[in-house]
């Protein structure tokens, strides 16, 4: 079983692991990768930094959610 979900997760990881179900979460949330998403910086933002400056909304909802995702 992979490691949980946390606010040190990369986007990248949430992309890797839940593919799409972890797109339509981050998007819920505040946070639109976009088409390709090709900015690196952002790639590798944790979450918690995305909270921090405003692109992410209510971190500790999203983290149990992608912690419940199938």
């Known amino acids: 079983m992979p490691d949980a979900f946390g ?13 799409e179900r972890g797109r339509d979460l981050l998007r ?24 921090r400056t405003e692109r992410l909304r209510d971190l500790q909802s999203l983290v149990a959610e992608l912690n419940s995702a199938p």
């Open 7 to 19: 606010p040190e997760t990369k986007v990248r990881d949430v992309l890797s692991r839940l593919g």
């Open 28 to 51: 819920r949330h505040g946070y639109d990768v976009g088409e390709g998403f090709v900015d690196v910086l952002s790639q590798y933002q944790t979450l918690e930094h995305a909270a």
